[in-house]
């Protein structure tokens, strides 16, 4: 093991990351802080500082005489990173890689696998739909070589696909998840019996802490019994790793060991173990005689990154006498980048349609008040000409700024640029017609080169009319769909008018489909051809008066796909997949934690900056918006991926550096909560009874209030934000916002110091007698520390992680219900075990056996009921004493209740 801190700084010059630990000024060392500074309050931008000795003026930027001329600037990466952890393969955040072992005629194995793989990946379960990865395969498929590989779904779930000719493949997931958090290191194992001697094949897959084990069964074994299987004997490398050739997920992972048996629990075929490697190693020889090689991008190494940032500031300094140069450098994470100048994002569909629909011509018509024509994004697209517009007059279109509406007198006519025919071609608009018009109307109408030269489409008083017109002005075609029942009047929908060539034949299709996705249509197919749109020119009619029209498109293709889910603004997505989408499209690199369907489900996305997108998702999400410290990039971890947490560090409180600083005011007390959804209503929550209830003291606190706006998908989702919030405000526990740790002192925390992510859980035991009883949960915020050639000392920024401690189903402590009052019937001394409980109002307490063992708390003191009869109360409660350390007795009448008493999740 390296010695501690042993800490490395790096810059990336020329693309290259060089080593510049060796000119750090060693007296000031290395500051560094991420996440939160408080409960409760928003992430601030990571930071870092260092000094870096200048005298060779290699880290002169604007010096022609330096080395590094023109190199360096600000924003240049710096990579802060120690050592002392354990010994990895390492496949870094936004790689695609793998190490490899050559194919040989041991691991050709077409009968009964055995699998298991050690390894901590950055997430296990994804925040969106498409987040699954491979942990090992032997599976290509390039030349139909698909034998099998083991992978993680999208759920965080385990996932094992199979092929027995090469070609076709079986796919099985487990019917659980693996329940490791974040970047948490867990064994995972696959056993495929090809033949149970029941006329089918068998999988199951397990869990264990490490390789070593134990391993427990994860869900139930899946049974076919459709027939015998087996594996295809193939060509491919054994990887650990991505394949190239799939089109997973690139997560970060960090490999211990992984093993290959022939047969369950046969012989073992392949079993790199990578914590026995020397950092550094590229390639090594298994136990089972394999070689194995590093492929591009991965390392072995027992490193583990502080963060990666962004040099936001070079400032020189020197000595009157011209000697001793120093460049202090500031490092930032990228929100500090994203969150100076940032500009308003456009709508949905401004930002979807020219990228996905490439259009032929394009007019979002989303102009201000005093606009005279609309622009086209579109290059080569003259602006539309328009008279009788009243511009920025509607902006209740989700997926869309404000919109203009049309006036008796409106009129708009725009060029489409010749492009190649394809025998195809959609026009396409978002309207809000309010009311049916007493006569027709004319809404579009628009030239082709096909054998339809005009077409028309006019509103009638129960139906809409779509004609065509020869080059001679003769009636084509000629289709109606009826208006009345069909929600054509009164909500936002969009426009589709398209044809399609097929042989002699077109097909000429009028429908409108409601910003939520419900369609109506008609179409007609006559002998035609399609040929190109050339050009709009419209005259709208008076009664089309009060029309608000928007997002007119050309394309050269039949495909409606291009608005979808953009015109509502994307309403009802999940937290998560919003935020990886809008990583995505801004080419911020987004990663995400945890089960992206369990997330909130958002309102419209409404134009805004990239950072307060964000925060919507963070705010009515109830997740951690946080900065990678892998890459420059940023992470959310959702709420589902906060509750019911294993610790991740667990410390006594004698290892822990003086003072542990409890503060128990009312800083964060909120017991009257309303949250509103923006643009719609509120909910109220309010607690009226308990500690910390609106009841004036001494039965309460009095009221502290608030009130939130979150961009949420319905109104009916206010109230359980509303009692979500309600509960984090209401949570009765001593705040421990700091806890400061010696890592220098202690070398066997860095492993668990270095694998912490901000929302991780830690836990500290053996609490003295002058504090609560313990052990004590809190949940990392964030942390701040400073590392010395000879020390590193950190400090972790915390809240309360009881309060993310939810029910779950069939779980003993987690899913039951207490009562709503219980008393002791009579007093006990410190050593009685058994208790005579009264309960004075609510349903008794469960006599059923199965419902035992739980715990308790009687005067501070946690209790064990392992024991429980009783048809009426009071009942008789047979338990284990003093669980937290609490020796005491206990009077008549002591209030009895759930150590953890069930309150639903968000």
């Known amino acids: 093991m390296a010695a501690v801190p042993d800490a490395r700084v790096e810059l990336q010059i020329a693309g290259t990351w ?16 991420r996440g939160r500074r408080a409960e409760g309050s928003r992430v601030d931008p990571a930071a870092a500082s260092l000094t870096l000795r200048n005298d060779s003026n290699a880290y002169s930027n604007r010096a022609p005489t330096s080395t590094n001329y023109g190199k360096l600037g600000r924003n240049t990466p710096m990579r802060i990173s120690v050592g002392g952890a354990d010994t990895v393969f390492e496949i870094p955040e936004r790689t695609i890689s793998y190490a490899s072992t050559p194919d040989h005629a041991s691991l050709d194995i077409t009968g009964d696998l055995d699998v298991r793989v050690d390894v901590a990946p950055a997430l296990w379960a994804g925040g969106h739909a498409n987040a699954q990865y491979e942990l090992i395969s032997k599976y290509l498929t390039t030349g139909n070589q698909r034998g099998w590989l083991l992978g993680v779904n999208e759920y965080g779930g385990l996932r094992f696909w199979w092929s027995s000719n090469g070609s076709t493949f079986t ?72 394949r190239t050739t799939t089109a997973f997920q690139n997560t970060a992972r960090r490999y211990y060991s992984a093993e290959v048996r022939s047969g369950i629990g046969g012989s073992v075929v392949a079993n790199p173990n990578f914590n026995a490697q020397a950092p550094g190693t590229t390639s090594f020889t298994d136990g089972a005689g394999r070689t194995w090689t590093n492929n591009t991008g991965t390392l072995i190494t027992d490193r583990r990154n502080r963060g990666v940032l962004e040099v936001s500031e070079w400032t020189p300094d020197w000595h009157s006498s011209g000697h001793g140069v120093t460049v202090p450098v500031r490092g930032a994470g990228i929100l500090r980048r994203l969150g100076q100048g940032a500009k308003e994002l456009a709508s949905t569909l401004r930002r979807r349609i020219p990228p996905v629909g490439l259009p032929k011509a394009y007019w979002p018509l989303e102009e201000g008040r005093d606009a005279t024509q609309a622009y086209s994004p579109v290059s080569g697209v003259a602006p539309l000409s328009v008279s009788g517009f009243d511009f920025a007059s509607d902006d209740t279109m989700p997926g869309a700024s404000a919109l203009p509406r049309l006036t008796a007198a409106s009129r708009f006519s725009g060029t489409v640029p010749a492009y190649t025919p394809t025998g195809q071609w959609l026009i396409s608009a978002v309207y809000l017609w309010p009311t049916a018009p007493a006569s027709n109307t004319l809404l579009l109408d628009f030239t082709t080169t096909g054998s339809a030269r005009r077409i028309a489409v006019t509103v009638q008083p129960t139906s809409v009319l779509l004609e065509g017109f020869d080059a001679g002005g003769g009636l084509l075609f000629s289709t109606a769909v009826a208006t009345a029942g069909f929600s054509f009047h009164g909500p936002w929908n969009r426009l589709e008018i398209s044809a399609i060539e097929s042989g002699a034949n077109c097909t000429f299709r009028i429908a409108w489909v409601d910003v939520d996705g419900t369609p109506w249509e008609n179409t007609q197919v006559v002998a035609a051809t399609a040929g190109i749109v050339q050009a709009i020119t419209t005259t709208c009619g008076a009664l089309a008066a009060g029309t608000s029209l928007g997002h007119l498109g050309v394309f050269d293709t039949a495909n409606t796909s291009v608005y979808e889910f953009a015109d509502n603004g994307w309403r009802l997505e999940d937290a998560g997949t919003r935020a990886y989408r809008l990583g995505i499209e801004e080419n911020v690199p987004i990663t995400l934690a945890g089960y992206w369907a369990d997330m909130v489900r958002m309102g419209p996305q409404r134009p805004n900056t990239l950072l307060t997108l964000l925060g919507e998702v963070e705010a009515a999400d109830g997740g951690i918006l946080s900065e990678a410290t892998d890459f420059v990039g940023l992470t959310y971890r959702g709420r589902p991926a906060l509750y019911n947490q294993t610790p991740r560090l667990t410390i006594p409180y004698g290892q822990l550096a003086p003072s542990l600083e409890l503060t ?50 319905t109104d009916a989702q206010c109230a359980d934000v509303a009692g979500w919030l309600l509960r984090l405000g209401t949570w009765d526990e001593p705040r421990v916002p700091k806890v400061r740790l010696y890592v220098h002192k202690d070398p066997s925390l860095v492993q668990a110091i270095t694998s912490l992510t901000v929302g991780d859980v830690i836990r500290i035991t053996d609490l003295p007698s002058w504090l609560p009883p313990g052990p004590l949960d809190l949940i990392v915020e964030g942390w701040d520390e400073k590392i010395l050639p000879l020390s590193w000392e950190i400090t972790l920024n915390c809240s309360p992680a009881g309060p993310w401690t939810v029910p779950v189903l069939d779980d003993t402590t987690r899913a039951r219900l207490d009562t709503s009052g219980s008393t002791l019937a009579s007093g006990i001394s410190s050593s009685a075990t058994s208790l005579s409980v009264a309960t004075t109002t609510g349903p008794l307490w469960s006599t059923v056996s199965g419902h035992r063992p739980f715990n308790i708390l009687v005067g501070g003191e946690l209790m064990t009921v392992t024991g429980l009869s009783g048809a009426s109360s009071p009942q008789t409660f047979t338990v284990t004493r003093s669980v937290n350390g609490v020796v005491k007795a206990h009077s008549s009448a002591a209030p009895v209740r759930l150590a953890q008493a069930v309150i639903l999740a968000l």
Do not use: C, E
């Open 664 to 713: 128990d005011d009312d800083r964060h007390i909120r017991n009257d909560r309303t949250v509103s959804r923006v643009g719609g209503s509120s909910a109220r929550a309010v607690q009226t009874t308990g500690a910390l209830s609106t009841a004036a003291p001494p039965a309460g606190v009095g009221i502290y209030d608030d009130s939130q706006t979150v961009n949420v998908g």
């Open 171 to 242: 796919q099985i997931d487990s019917t659980v998840s693996t329940f490791f958090g974040p970047n948490t290191r867990g064994a995972v194992r696959v056993t495929l019996d090809v033949n149970n001697g029941l006329g089918g094949y068998t999988q199951t897959f397990y869990t264990a802490p490490t390789m070593a084990g134990p391993w427990t069964q994860l869900g139930d074994a899946t049974v076919t019994t459709s027939g015998t299987t087996s594996i295809f004997s193939n060509t491919a490398v054994l990887a650990v790793g991505d």
């Open 18 to 33: 060089v080593d510049v630990t060796d000119d750090v000024d060693k007296s000031a060392g290395i500051s560094h802080s």
